[in-house]
Structures are given as C-alpha cells and as structure tokens.
C-alpha cells in the first residue's frame, strides 16, 4: 500500500515465513475456482503432470507447476501464480514421508487426484512402502464426493485406494479391466508410439511422439483426467499426438551424427528398466550411461546390480557414474561375462572424457541417474559442445 503512494514498500515481519508462505497462497487460491488435478506417486509424476497439461490445454486454459515444484515451497509459488484466466491447474505433488500430501491438498483444493504408482523410492526417508503408500493416499483421501480419483490400474497398491476415497474413481493402464486403456502398442522408433485407445466401450487409434511404452501410460492417465472432465475421445486423441515433453526426461536429442537419449533427471529401478527397454529397441550401437539411484534403503545394493544385469542386455557399452552406481557395474560386468564393455568412472569428468573417446557414429547413448548424481551435466556438456536438436 505505502509503494503505491510513492513511499517504500510495506514489510511485514512473520515468524515462520513457510507458513506464511503457505497462507497466503491458500487464500490466493481461494479467490478461484479452477478445476484442480492433483498428481502425486512414486514414479513418472512430471511427465504425467505434463501429459495431463498438454491433453486438456486443447480445450481449457491450464496452469501447471514449471519444472517439479511440487513440495511445501514449490506448490504455493505455483498457486500465486493463478490467475482468472486458469480454467484448470494440474498440480504435481511429492512427499518424502506421511503427512506432506495432506499439507499440499489442503492448499491446493484438488476435485480430481491422480496417483501414478507406489514404489520404493525415498525408502530411506519414508522407512517402509507401506508409509509411501499411505502418504501417497492422503491425495484421493482430501478429494470431495464430487471429485474424481485417477488410480494406476496396473499398480495394486495404487488400484487399492479406491477403497480410501468418497470420489468417483476412473482407473487407467494395460489392465483389461481398466477404464481407460491402451491395446496394439506398437513403437514407431524415433518417431513415439502408436496404440488403439479404449474408454469403455469407445475406441480410437492414437500416435504419440513421446518415446516409449512408458509414455503411452502417461498419455492414458491425460486421457484419464480428461475424461472425467467431459472430453470427447476425438479431442483427446489430438490432444495425445501433440505430444509433452519435460526437461532432461525421455528426450531424444541429436548431436552431429549420434544422439543422445536424456532421461537424466532421476531414476528409480522401474523408470531404469523402462529406459533400458527403449534403449534396447533403438537403432544403432547403444551406450548406457548410468549413476547412482539414491534413497532406496536396504535393497540399494541388488537394485544396482540388477540393473546392471539389465544394462548389459541392452547396451554394448555400460558406463557407471560414482561410487554409488558401484552394483551397476558389478551386476553389467557379471553379466557380459568379465568383458571390457564396462566401465567405472569415479566421476562425471571421467565418464565424459571415457563417452567421449568410445562414441562413433550412429550410436545412441542413455545418460541416466538420480537427481543427486547431476548426469544432465554431461547431456549439456555434450550438447553445448556439439550443439545438438530434439526430436
């Protein structure tokens, strides 16, 4: 008030400036009244927010959180920037124990919550699957009779939680009992997916560009949503053929004569095996190019080596990243059999300098890990050097 009358601006002293934080953007949030999607679970949350965003931005305005704001500071700083036009906001929501959801939803408001998956990421903050189940819950828990809950229907602990929500629940997956699913899945290559889209009794044939048959699950949970909302099967298919993309997550990026596939901001043992997969259905010599998935408590050791196991079936070349992403090489080196396919490096430079040396043409390289690893360093150390374009 005192800046716009020409004097200094107003400071307001609080004793807990998240809490205020959180207050202001539940009364800013009050102001709406959008349709609110809440999205949350182990695995897959921001490219499915992103799907959600890009199937209903067809026909409504949408607001969305810009890269993973998701938690108790990112949420609100998303919420203050609703505004009139907002007709929808798909919100992504983590958590890293019981409780944190509740919070989100509390400010948030969602008339419709989607659930992705229960897995055991964050074991090691949450101390058991059962608590990540029971936090994730907490999403369908706060929606109203009115509301819908969007449940995984190839996830069991998720499909159970129809049973702890009021709302109508609309389930989606490969299941051939789900609402909303996917049959004829079919890879184009470097070109997406295509795949006949069933809702109830409808069907429509539908491409994707995003890549892999992980995203065609993403575009089932969009095609989800948007059906709770009202949305014609036709409207939803063009919806699904633009496509979504979110930064460092299952993008296909030429570099000169190879490429790189960049999935490098997280990973978890499922979203690993589902890269490896594609990976292994690319053209071309294939290079992984993995570190450390973080957090997954007491199983960390063999989920390594499994992947490694994995890693080694898909690619020719196997490089691991840190003293954490030890099991991979371990778990890839057993299974080629003691071969000089992979290699360890104590860092990101050296898994740079070893990728640089290895790389020819019309390989295809997967450079994947957690978060806490930074493996987008070396996409964009790659990139910036050579200069590269999405697919």
Not at 170 to 189: I, K, M, N
Not at 217 to 246: D, E, K, W
Request: charged share 20%; glycine share 12%; aromatic share 4%.
């Amino acid at each position: 008030e005192a800046a716009a009358h020409g004097g200094a601006p107003a400071i307001v002293l609080v004793p807990d400036g998240l809490a205020a934080l959180q207050h202001a953007a539940a009364a800013w949030r009050g102001r709406f009244q959008p349709v609110v999607v809440g999205v949350t679970g182990s695995l897959a949350k921001t490219s499915t927010k992103e799907a959600i965003a890009e199937t209903l931005a067809g026909r409504w305005t949408v607001l969305r959180n810009e890269g993973n704001e998701n938690n108790e500071v990112g949420l609100p700083l998303t919420l203050l920037r609703l505004g009139p036009e907002h007709e929808v906001a798909v919100l992504e929501m983590g958590m890293y124990v019981p409780g944190e959801i509740a919070t989100l939803a509390a400010l948030a408001h969602p008339t419709i919550g989607v659930v992705t998956a229960v897995r055991g990421t964050h074991l090691s903050r949450a101390g058991s699957i059962e608590a990540i189940e029971r936090g994730k819950g907490e999403l369908v828990e706060a929606l109203p009779a009115s509301g819908t809950a969007v449940l995984n229907a190839d996830d069991p602990r998720v499909a159970g939680m129809a049973a702890r929500t009021r709302a109508r629940v609309v389930s989606y997956g490969f299941a051939s009992a789900a609402d909303v699913r996917a049959e004829a899945v079919t890879s184009l290559g470097t070109e997406g997916m295509r795949f006949r889209l069933v809702i109830g009794t409808d069907r429509m044939e539908a491409t994707t560009p995003a890549l892999g048959r992980h995203s065609v699950h993403n575009a089932l949970c969009g095609a989800a949503v948007a059906t709770a909302l009202g949305m014609g099967l036709p409207q939803i298919v063009q919806g699904i053929r633009r496509g979504f993309r979110a930064p460092h997550r299952t993008s296909l990026i030429r570099v000169g004569d190879w490429q790189i596939l960049d999935d490098s901001y997280n990973a978890a043992p499922d979203s690993m095996a589902a890269a490896l997969e594609l990976l292994a259905s690319l053209p071309g010599r294939r290079i992984a190019v993995l570190g450390p998935m973080l957090e997954l408590g007491p199983s960390e050791n063999e989920a390594h080596r499994a992947v490694g196991r994995q890693a080694a079936a898909a690619a020719e070349i196997v490089v691991t990243v840190g003293e954490g992403a030890r099991g991979i090489a371990e778990g890839a080196w057993m299974a080629a059999g003691g071969s000089g396919s992979v290699h360890p490096a104590a860092d990101r430079s050296e898994a740079l300098a070893i990728l640089r040396r290895e790389l020819r043409p019309a390989d295809v390289v997967l450079i994947k890990a957690s978060r806490g690893a930074g493996l987008d360093w070396i996409v964009d150390e790659l990139v910036g050097a050579e200069g590269g374009s999405t697919s």
